[in-house]
């Protein structure tokens, strides 16, 4: 792990932007990729790297956009049973700085296989880079501060905030128009239903022992729950983890510091969330939400030059919580 962490300190000073890409990507981290960018270079990934992970689309979306998934694992890893990591972002779409976070670990640990074979060993891991794609695409092409999908929901509305769609303490309100309209009824959108239907396939089925949601903003790294302020069963275990993971983000940038804490308690009460569901419903056994650091007027636009360091220290947060659980 010191070697890694050592090589985002320096690639934190240096820059990203231009680190290499899959051999055919004309992609890289100098901007807020689109979502057709997006799934060129997951193609890109699937076709060069097929001993080390692939593309499984999972789902499709109202406007007819896959619901997109990256693989990651050794041959062995479904035969020999491994425990799963979910990394799932973009379930708000204006949250572009966590889309860019889960690509920089999708780049880094599928294009640089050869030095995570600890990581590679003890786990399978699915990255969901955009699990809100309509969204998404309207939000870089129409409105950037765009929170939910684009479904109709009636009075000349669209859209559900996804992150309050699941079923785990989900609270309707009647207010189809609101930006944090959470829809009529809990998995009433396809992006929230196919999520868990993908999470608790037989595939991943009592597989799955961590989930982590990208989102932004706050520099936080969330515990269960985000309902209430009360913590999960194994909170103890869970929150020295997330507190090693703030700890290496500090050692990549000293002046980058992460709360870390119960999520009803560092935010106020959300419902209905992913993070949530997961813990609650799923009982799976760590749970995270990572509040990335915040840019722009609304706080949601990081502006692109500090995109590459924000990415280097959020994969340097994500590296450790999963060292943290595998022991390596």
């Excluded at 003890?122 to 880079?129: G, H, M």
């Amino acid at each position: 792990m010191v070697k890694i962490i050592n090589n985002l300190v320096a690639l934190a000073v240096i820059g990203i932007a231009f680190c290499g890409l899959a051999s055919a990507s004309t992609l890289s981290f100098d901007h807020y990729w689109t979502y057709d960018e997006i799934q060129t270079y997951l193609n890109e990934l699937d076709a060069e790297f097929p001993q080390i992970g692939h593309i499984d689309v999972y789902g499709t979306t109202a406007e007819g956009r896959p619901l997109t998934a990256f693989c990651i694992h050794k041959e062995h890893a479904a035969r020999a049973g491994l425990p799963v990591i979910f990394i799932e972002a973009g379930i708000r779409p204006r949250e572009w700085i966590g889309v860019m976070a889960s690509l920089y670990f999708l780049h880094e640990v599928v294009e640089h296989y050869y030095e995570f074979d600890a990581l590679l060993d003890y786990f399978e891991i699915v990255v969901i880079p955009v699990a809100n794609p309509d969204g998404y695409v309207y939000s870089h092409n129409v409105e950037r501060l765009w929170n939910k999908n684009r479904r109709s929901v009636g009075s000349g509305c669209f859209g559900a905030d996804i992150n309050a769609n699941f079923r785990y303490q989900f609270v309707y309100r009647d207010d189809p128009c609101a930006e944090n309209y959470p829809g009529s009824s809990y998995f009433s959108e396809v992006e929230s239903q196919q999520l868990v239907s993908f999470v608790t396939s037989v595939k991943y089925a009592n597989r799955v022992s961590v989930y982590i949601s990208l989102q932004s903003f706050g520099q936080q790294i969330l515990l269960p729950y985000n309902y209430f302020n009360i913590a999960s069963g194994n909170h103890a275990a869970a929150l020295a983890i997330a507190n090693s993971a703030a700890t290496a983000i500090r050692t990549v940038n000293p002046s980058r510091v992460y709360n870390v804490g119960v999520g009803a308690a560092l935010r106020g009460n959300s419902f209905g969330t992913s993070t949530d569901y997961a813990k609650g419903f799923l009982n799976v056994e760590y749970v995270y939400t990572f509040m990335l650091p915040s840019g722009g007027t609304s706080g949601f636009e990081v502006p692109e030059a500090e995109m590459p360091a924000i990415i280097a220290e959020a994969f340097a947060g994500l590296y450790a919580i999963t060292s943290g659980i595998g022991g390596f």
